[in-house]
């Protein structure tokens, strides 16, 4: 849906509050509801699954270089194939794995900047669970 979206618009929604609110609410489906840390598992892997055509390129960037026109642009078209996009993609992946450590130190523990989506998600994702420890049990209604 998210590359889909991306295609038509350019954008794409990282649904982190929509995803934590699922997350509770499939959780409550299960014989032992999940604890809030591991609903933000499941929101962290939801957004990261949802946003990954994004964060690899394939919503702008690859598709723009298969439109370069060698007369005006001096480059041929870069068209890749799906073994080559596929390599693309790991190597990316890759790439960021070992450069979000270093940016994280600097932006989030150093200059103490909040992450907008994380910031948002938490107390909406802290709502639910606050409701069900300060009622009583016997008026869940589960």
């Keep these: 849906m998210n590359l889909y979206f991306g295609l038509q618009t350019g954008w794409i ?11 509770f609410l499939l959780s409550k489906m299960l014989p032992t509801p ?3 840390q591991e609903i933000v598992v499941v929101q962290t892997t939801a957004v990261a699954t949802g946003t990954m055509p994004l964060a690899v390129g394939f919503v702008g960037i690859l598709l723009a ?15 890749l194939s799906w073994l080559a996009a596929i390599g693309w993609s790991f190597s990316v992946a890759f790439f960021r794995v070992f450069l979000s450590p270093p940016i994280r130190k600097q932006v989030i523990i150093k200059e103490q ?4 989506s994380g910031t948002a998600t938490a107390p909406t994702l802290n709502a639910p669970f606050r409701y069900y420890l300060a009622t009583p049990f016997w008026l869940y209604g589960d």
């Excluded at 270089?65 to 068209?79: A, M």
Aim: proline share 12%.
């Design 13 to 23: 929604s990282m649904m982190s509050l929509q995803s934590a609110l699922i997350g």
């Design 34 to 36: 999940l604890c809030p």
């Design 65 to 79: 270089l298969g439109l370069l026109e060698e007369e005006k642009d001096g480059s041929p078209p870069i068209c």
């Design 113 to 116: 900047l909040a992450f907008p």
